[in-house]
């Protein structure tokens, strides 16, 4: 499924000295859906989480700006190894 989403949120990375003695961290973008491309989705919301550090490398997320509209292509995680 897809949609296009207006990105209205992004949480702060951790510092290291607070990610420690994890390696890896996410953080947590919030986009409001303006139309579903494929698919079916309902909420007007969603709440996508990217990558921070992979271990302890901060990831570049820079590309991504605040009132800018993305593409995004959503799966479902439910019965996966990401459910949790």
Do not use: N
């Amino acid at each position: 499924m897809s949609v296009t989403a207006r990105l209205v949120f992004k949480s702060k990375p951790m510092s290291l000295d607070q990610l420690l003695p994890c390696q890896e961290s996410l953080v947590g973008f919030v986009y409001d859906v303006k139309k579903v491309v494929a698919g079916h989705y309902t909420a007007q919301q969603i709440l996508i989480m990217h990558p921070a550090h992979i271990r302890l490398a901060r990831q570049s997320l820079r590309k991504y700006r605040v009132g800018r509209t993305y593409k995004l292509q959503l799966r479902q995680l439910e019965g996966t190894p990401w459910d949790t």
